[in-house]
């Protein structure tokens, strides 16, 4: 159905250049496949601006963005899911081309934080899409309840029980050089 | 009153800093008194840091062109139907071209300035630049529209365009090359954008435009948006912006450099 004129304004655009870094992040972290992860933003985009009249102008369009990505990576992994194309995240010596570490990091060894992402890749992607929003995207846990429409009390019982993976499987603790294989 | 004994899910709340504040002093009165508590938060809060170290640096990597093409209004029956009726009379001319990048960035422009007018934000100079910077610089092949190797014309140009003598800084003592510049749309009037790279293929920009209104000077100010550093400072109506992917004393090392040599027009050489 054609939309009515004057109800479906363009998305900000700069908003949606200055969004791109995240949303392909967030698309790795679904997706554990850097090209993977492109399509996704990609489609993401496309359905923005077909769906840009469902976006309230003045709210974050970062987190509406986000919305979208899950919703198009739900279903596009129902699809997917007749074809048993099953995502594998640890599969590669380094965790894959999605999760290739930066040689220059802050304060952690390569090896450690190649060793965290590969914890991260094991988790269920509904674990693991709800810590990076969490964690390394910090939005309010109620924000994070609304972009993937499920309950606050989940958004909290699955940031738990990832951390609790995460937790066990660092069993000895991230920062003991006795859990990690050093490489030479 | 007994507190409520204290969960995982409290302990999550709290290293996220989302932890009502009702909870609050009992867990902190837990956390004092429980080492295996405390021992429990400095772990999550060393996890998070280690999944910012491992997932930040994402965001500095350059984006495709497929995926900047995508953040455009797409073409289609719908969008060129419904677009010049919208779009205000002097807009029309180019309602046809509303999807090609540049157009499209003029017109998210005024999107942006309204929102940012609403919210009273005062950083729209550093955030635009840094917005510009990440658009630009990532481009490898036609990061400008002028190459240095056609600097005088290229300074002449932007001189006309934005109604005031501009010039590019030498930056090559620092290991700045300057790549070119072109014109990019500001709040009210056109900005010049000169892109630098280093040896490591590392870009800078420099973003300059005249102050819409006149206003006084300021300090060398320092904002991060969106994984770009931005130093930026006002002098003489004309408002500058230094931005990269660059720590924060090199940026600020060379904004410093760049103030100097645009504050001694003398010392430029001739043109």
Known sequence: MPLPPGTDPPLPQPDLLAALPRLRRYARVLTGDVTRADDLVQDTLARAWEKRRLWA????????????????????????????????????????EAWRIPVRSMQYTRMELIELTQHVGRLPVDQREVLLLAVVEEMRYEDIASTLAIPVGTVMSRLSRAREKLRAAFADGPGTPSSLKIVK | MNPLPITDTDVSAYVDGQLPAARLSSFEEALA?????????????????MLHDAFDPWLAEPLPD????????PEGPAASASAPKRAPRWMLPTAAAAATLVVGIGIGWFGRDALLQRDGTPTTFARQAALTHALYASDVNRPVEIWAAEE??????????????VRAPDLNTLGFALVG???????EMPAALFVYENADKQRMTLQVRRQAHPGGETAFRYA????VGVYYWIEDNCSYALSGNLDRAQLLAIGRVVYGQLAAPEAAPAR
């Open chain 1, 57 to 96: 102008a003045g709210t974050d369009l970062r987190a509406w963005l986000f919305t979208v990505m899950h919703n198009v990576f739900v279903n596009q992994r129902a699809l997917a899911r007749h074809e048993r194309h099953q995502v594998s995240l640890d599969s590669e010596e380094e965790g894959g």
């Open chain 2, 66 to 73: 497929r995926l900047i093409a995508a953040a455009s209004a």
């Open chain 2, 33 to 49: 008194n429980d080492a295996a508590l405390a021992a429990r938060v400095t772990q999550l809060r060393q996890h998070n840091a």
């Open chain 2, 181 to 187: 510049g072109r014109l990019v749309a500001g709040n």
């Open chain 2, 224 to 227: 991060f948006e969106d994984g």
């Open chain 2, 152 to 165: 005088k014309r290229l300074v002449n140009w932007l001189s006309k365009r934005l109604g005031f003598a």
